[in-house]
Antibody, heavy 123, light 108 residues
Framework: EMELVEFGGGLVQPGGSLRLSCAGS????????MSWVRQAPGKGLEWVAN????????YYVDSVRGRFTISRNTAENSLYLQMDSLRVEDTAIYYC????????????????WGQGTVVTVSS | DIQMTQSPSTLSASIGDRVTITCRAS??????LAWYQQKPGKVPKLLIY???YLQSGVPSRFGGGGSGTEFTLTISSLQPDDSATYFC??????????FGQGTKLEIK
């Protein structure tokens, strides 16, 4: 069964840091762009960042640029999101998602999603 | 950034009804638009990509259309399982991706 599983969420104080991880099993994502998408409690979806196949090209939503860093380890089929200088408004479920289209360029929607990991930023 | 606006925000319809949700982009996005379905407590599910292409495994009662700045998601005959929130998303290659605010579809 194809699966993406996120780890690393938790409760952190404003200004703190967290590192989220996403592991793939039964699913190839080495040849795909990968994204992080978040959803604040009771709110809609917000795309956060994505990264190309070899980790050399990255895009971010304005609200996290300079604070969050997306990275990947292709050999380990893993995706990461380093979150620094966290704010209360970063509180959300964070989903790891695969951008459809193997070997393609940027500009694809998300065809596989993990179950999400909850990040709560509060004092 | 490209803003996406969905209408209506909520919609109530009966089983068998034809339902249409609209998504408007603040600038032209060609056909780089997707639709997702999300049920409470569940992960979003990709329904439509490239404005009108049905993702594998999605029932054929779902259809998408449009280009440029105006897009639609149509459910040809509403089923009980279709109660959910629907989101559009633009995914142009050289800008941050953005989602619409969502349309909550309820069954009467």
């Amino acid at each position: 069964e194809m699966e993406l599983v996120e780890f690393g969420g938790g409760l952190v104080q404003p200004g703190g840091s967290l590192r989220l991880s996403c592991a793939g099993s039964g699913i190839t994502f080495s040849t795909y762009w990968m994204s992080w998408v978040r959803q604040a409690p009771g709110k809609g979806l917000e795309w956060v960042a994505n990264i190309n196949q070899d980790g050399t090209d990255k895009y971010y939503v304005d609200s996290v640029r300079g604070r969050f860093t997306i990275s990947r380890n292709t050999a380990e089929n893993s995706l990461y999101l380093q979150m620094d200088s966290l704010r209360v408004e970063d509180t959300a479920i964070y989903y790891c998602a695969r951008d459809r289209g193997s070997g393609g360029s940027r500009g694809q929607p998300h065809d596989y999603w993990g179950q999400g990991t909850v990040v709560t930023v509060s004092s | 950034d490209i803003q996406m606006t969905q209408s209506p925000s909520t919609l109530s319809a009966s089983i068998g009804d034809r339902v249409t949700i609209t998504c408007r982009a603040s600038q032209s996005i060609s056909v780089w638009l997707a639709w997702y379905q999300q049920k409470p407590g569940k992960v979003p599910k990709l329904l439509i990509y490239e404005a009108s292409y049905l993702q594998s495994g999605v029932p054929s009662r779902f259809g998408g259309g449009g280009s440029g700045t105006e897009f639609t998601l149509t459910i040809s005959s509403l089923q009980p399982d279709d109660s959910a929130t629907y989101f559009c998303q633009q995914y142009t290659a050289h800008s941050p991706y953005t989602f619409g605010q969502g349309t909550k579809l309820e069954i009467k």
